[in-house]
């Protein structure tokens, strides 16, 4: 079975611009989170969707949005890019939402994001 | 979600076993124990997790102590591959989809 796929894998933007990142989840999974890491750094949540429906949102600001559609594909929105959006954007599926024993995240390859 | 506390950095020798210790002192009796890696500048792979008793797959073992406060991820005969950042996080099993990593544990092995 194919694993979580995003797409760009990489990306060049400049400050101001807006960008769409796409995410698949693992096939029979309903739930997608987001994940920003910046180098150096472990990943930070940015947003958790079930079932077209956010269930959960970090501390990001709201140039950054999402959305999940009825195939449970899911588009991470970010706006007016700053400098220091640079980062490798992960996207992670699971099974279900609560975090159960079977409810386990897998992360997709990222897709690496550069603002100039 | 209660914090964890892993060393920064060890090592290894290839074909010896890796054991990785996490500290977890304040733990619920609802929080799962996971434990993924990060080879550079990949997505993070999902190696094992548990409640209170040890589990075993395919990619390594893990031990959690009876008080639940600290555990160990035992990777049995470690290879150059499994050169990675590991990351220790436990997590709300009622909780939302996240996940809070930390800085986890640079792990180098070496011929």
């Known amino acids: 079975d194919a694993g979580v796929t995003q797409s760009p894998t990489h990306l060049i933007k400049t400050r101001g611009q807006q960008v769409t990142l796409r995410c698949s989840p693992i096939s029979g999974h309903k739930s997608v989170s987001w994940y920003q890491q910046v180098l150096g750094q472990g990943p930070q949540f940015i947003f958790q969707?079930?079932?077209?429906?956010?269930?959960g949102r970090g501390n990001f600001p709201d140039r950054f949005s999402a959305r999940q559609f009825p195939n449970y594909s899911s588009e991470l929105n970010v706006n007016a890019l700053l400098l220091g959006d640079s980062a490798l954007y992960l996207c992670a599926s699971s099974p279900d939402f609560g975090g159960g024993a079977t409810d386990t995240q897998y992360f997709g390859p990222g897709t690496r994001l550069t603002v100039l | 979600d209660a914090k964890t506390t892993q060393p920064t950095s060890m090592d290894c020798a290839e074909g010896r076993a890796a054991n990785l210790p996490c500290n977890h002192s304040?733990?619920?009796?609802?929080?799962?124990v996971y434990w993924y890696r990060q080879i550079h500048s990949q997505g993070p792979q999902y190696i094992i997790h548990g409640l209170k008793n040890n589990e075993t797959n395919e990619m390594a073992s893990l031990i959690i102590t009876e008080d639940r406060k600290s555990s160990t991820l035992i990777l049995p005969h470690a290879t150059l591959r499994d050169t990675a950042v590991y990351y220790c996080?436990?997590?709300?099993?009622?909780?939302?989809?996240?996940?809070?990593f930390g800085q986890g544990t640079t792990l180098q092995v070496k011929p």
């Open positions: 996080i436990v997590r709300v099993r009622s909780n939302t989809g996240k996940l809070i």
């Open positions: 304040t733990i619920s009796g609802n929080e799962y």
């Open positions: 969707y079930y079932e077209k429906e956010e269930r």
